[in-house]
């Protein structure tokens, strides 16, 4: 069965990077895009950006293009994303999500918690 | 961009009660898509394509609309169903994906 295993949460420093990743199995990992979703404490889902696994092609939502990074590992069947000059606002719960027609995989989130 | 915007934000029900949630949308969309999110989990892809039930969703849900209105209906409220839930949907130009604030759906 398809499977998005995320990283474990993640304590940062203000200012500071952090790279999280989404690893896939049960299925061919560049058969579905990856896309990134964000949710702030008690909040709603914000889509951030996508991957196409196969190509490295990327898109972002223009709010996150100077935030977040979105690579691939495609001998890992690994997605990455960085997140760059943290702030509280950061502070959120991030999904991967595997996109067919619509999200129908993913991952278990990660919580990113920005603190000095 | 489109906007989405869920009403209600919160409503409860009872076991047995038909529930609606609406998914208005700035701009006019093709399809609309939900999601249930339940405390500390991921969301899960609940209908698609506008009235689809994703795979294990039970048939008392259903999901209707067109343009800039459409909606989640729970023909008769059981527990279970307690939860929170997102509509989204797609623009291709730019390629964009947008939320809904979110209804939350409590048990009565």
């Known amino acids: 069965q398809v499977n998005l295993l995320q990283s474990g949460a993640a304590l940062v420093k203000p200012g500071a990077s952090v790279k999280l990743s989404c690893k896939a199995s049960?299925?061919?990992?560049?058969?579905?895009?990856i896309h990134w979703v964000k949710q702030s404490h008690g909040k709603s889902l914000e889509w951030i950006g996508y991957i196409n696994p196969n190509s490295g092609y990327t898109n972002y939502n223009e709010k996150f293009k100077s935030k977040a990074t979105l690579t691939v590992d495609k001998s890992t069947n690994t997605a990455y994303m960085e997140l760059s000059r943290l702030t509280s606002e950061d502070s959120a719960t991030y999904y991967c999500t595997g996109e067919t027609t619509y999200f129908d995989y993913w991952g278990q989130g990660v919580m990113v918690t920005v603190s000095s | 961009e489109i906007v989405l915007t869920q009403s209600p934000t919160t409503i409860a029900a009872s076991p047995g009660e038909k529930v609606t949630i609406t998914c208005r949308a700035s701009?006019?969309?093709?399809?609309m898509y939900w999601y249930q999110q339940k405390p500390g989990a991921s969301p899960k892809p609940w209908i698609y394509?506008?009235?689809k039930l994703a795979s294990g969703v039970p048939n008392r849900f259903s999901g209707s609309g067109s343009g800039t209105s459409y909606s989640l209906t729970i023909n008769t409220m059981e527990t279970e169903d307690a939860a929170t839930y997102y509509c989204?949907?797609?623009?291709?130009?730019?390629?964009?994906?947008?939320f809904g604030g979110g209804t939350k759906l409590e048990l009565k």
């Open positions: 989204q949907q797609w623009s291709s130009t730019p390629p964009t994906w947008t």
């Open positions: 701009s006019s969309v093709s399809y």
């Open positions: 049960g299925y061919t990992f560049t058969d579905y895009y």
């Open positions: 394509d506008t009235s």
